[in-house]
């Protein structure tokens, strides 16, 4: 089959978004996200509740993305799916539903790192966006990872370094709770961040390896601080909320930009991408951009949609996977935890 009539189907269930996607030849042709609303009343991921909701969605999700490629299940080349790291519960639904659509349709089935997607998210062809060159440093930055990967090539990635607690993303979320801000709490943060003074308040950065990360207790210094303040004054998350959330944002932006520092210096490569759903935070790409004029780096900030959880990016995955016949068994088994 010639690359122009290859179409790839990806399927995405790792945690809480549905998602399906078709691409042809690095062009997206549809890119569908269902995001479930339950979660938001339990102030964070229900795995149980997300697995039933996936089930639910899989379905409508695969018929609207074959639907806006406008394209005929039939003419799929291959289907590529999330394998893993996510929850098991939920993984399960697309691998099995990858699995089966693959076999009646006899046609490849392609596994995919999540984690890996979220890297060569890079490579989908996006107009006025330069992808970028080998070897390149990628930051992933997620709800439930924060990584420096050194790309050599599509399929040749090393973690250089890592969080050894928590994700940059928990560490958003959780201190939103802290603040009574609703879940998903990081981009109101964000937002509130875009209003305060980045420097009204102080938070200390934590102490690891160069370019290792810790975010546990940053979160306990916020609650500390925040307990301390409104046991003075019961108003004073209300009336410093914008101060707090730019103050708390610039030390987590400027501890990432540290660790990137360090890694640049140590391996020497100053070609930069980044990506997860935190890679959707202003205040991470205002800080790209300007390192691109203070050090001279070339950085690749993807769009939006790409930056979450999407199907484009497992799709994108599985063309190149597909190009280089590296095809899935249909015993293939999800995997909860599973390395870059």
């Not at 439930?144 to 250089?160: A, L």
């Not at 995955?317 to 280089?324: I, P, S």
């Not at 016949?325 to 870059?340: E, G, I, P, S, Y």
Request: hydrophobic residues 40%; glycine residues 8%.
């Amino acid at each position: 089959m010639t690359e122009k009539n290859c179409y790839i189907l990806g399927i995405e269930s790792s945690c809480d978004d549905t998602a399906a996607a078709v691409i042809n030849n690095g062009v997206v042709l549809s890119n569908v996200v269902a995001t479930q609303q339950i979660h938001e009343e339990y102030g964070g991921v229900v795995p149980e509740l997300a697995s039933r909701a996936h089930q639910q969605n899989i379905v409508p999700v695969v018929h609207q993305a074959l639907r806006k490629a406008n394209i005929d299940k039939k003419q799929l080349s291959a289907i590529a799916f999330t394998r893993g790291p996510g929850l098991m519960g939920s993984l399960l639904v697309g691998t099995s539903f990858s699995k089966s659509l693959a076999m009646g349709l006899g046609i490849p089935l392609i596994d995919v790192n999540h984690m890996q997607a979220h890297i060569l998210a890079h490579f989908i062809k996006v107009e006025e966006q330069n992808t970028p060159n080998f070897p390149f440093l990628a930051l992933t930055i997620s709800g439930g990872h924060t990584q420096i990967v050194k790309v050599t090539d599509y399929f040749d990635m090393e973690i250089i370094g890592q969080t050894i607690d928590d994700a940059v993303g928990e560490a958003f979320d959780k201190s939103a709770k802290i603040l009574g801000l609703p879940y998903p709490g990081g981009p109101l943060i964000d937002k509130y961040a875009q209003q305060g003074d980045p420097k009204k308040f102080k938070f200390t950065k934590p102490k690891v390896q160069p370019m290792d990360f810790s975010f546990s207790g940053l979160k306990t210094a916020v609650l500390y601080f925040v307990e301390k303040e409104v046991d003075k004054n019961a108003d004073f998350i209300s009336e410093n909320i914008e101060d707090i959330c730019a103050s708390l944002q610039f030390t987590i932006v400027d501890y990432l930009m540290d660790k990137l520092k360090n890694a640049v210096k140590h391996t020497g490569i100053t070609e930069i991408a980044i990506g997860g759903g935190v890679s959707a935070n202003s205040g991470i790409r205002n800080a790209l951009k300007e390192a691109e004029t203070k050090y001279g780096w070339t950085t690749h900030i993807p769009k939006f949609e790409y930056c979450t959880d999407n199907a484009a990016m497992i799709a994108i995955v599985g063309e190149l996977k597909y190009k280089q016949q590296r095809f899935a068994k249909n015993d293939v088994l999800a995997q909860a935890r599973m390395k870059l």
